[in-house]
């Protein structure tokens, strides 16, 4: 068990397409390593996800876990930790809504992103089992921003309005809380 260091927006293996892991490394004790390594880093950090790329490790695994009750988008339901291989979204409604993002991987900044409003995620439990569910409003966008790290991709590139990336400090003093609500 161990913290690992995340790696911040510039490393290239944030910017690689992670490889899907097979049967076999799935039921290996060096992803059960791995996954330990993960959670504690997450807990350390203070984030409420983190993909394997942002420990350097390119593969399509990522834990999230959400503690929930009241936030500024209003009562959010929690998401105990749950590790997610391959995961895959689909939209069930692609009707976009905004949120402040931010990323362990990008540290000190805030920037608003609009996404699907509604997704179901299908993913491997860590015996492969199969599993589903769906997801609305913040966790949707929690689950879509999580899984564009196994594609190499950050929030930032979502952005359509630089202007709305901002520093964490600024955002406190003149970000928009009314539209992060949407
Ligand atoms: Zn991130």
New binding site residues.
């Given amino acids: 068990m161990a913290v690992r260091e995340i790696l911040r927006m510039g490393h290239p293996i944030l910017r690689q397409r992670a490889r899907a892991l097979t049967a076999a490394e799935i039921g290996d004790s060096k992803l059960s390593a791995l996954i330990e390594d993960m959670v504690d880093t997450l807990a350390d950090s203070g984030g409420i996800?983190l993909?394997a790329p942002?420990i350097g490790i390119p593969l399509r695994l990522a834990i999230i876990r959400i503690p929930g009750g009241p936030s500024r988008y209003g009562e959010i339901e929690e998401v105990p930790l749950t590790i997610y291989v391959n995961p895959e979204i689909e939209v069930l409604d692609g009707s976009e809504q905004g949120f402040w993002e931010g990323?362990?991987?990008v540290p000190g900044l805030r920037g608003y992103v609009e996404r699907p409003r509604g997704i179901r995620v299908r993913w491997l439990d860590t015996s492969g089992q199969p599993q589903a569910a769906a997801y609305q409003g913040f966790l949707a966008t929690v689950f879509q921003?999580?899984f564009d790290?196994l594609d190499g991709r950050?929030?930032i590139d979502r952005l359509k309005d630089t202007s709305k990336l901002m520093f964490e400090e600024e955002f406190a003093r003149f970000g928009d809380p009314v539209e992060a609500i949407d």
């Fill in positions: 996800g993909a942002q990323c362990l991987s921003h999580e790290h950050l929030y």
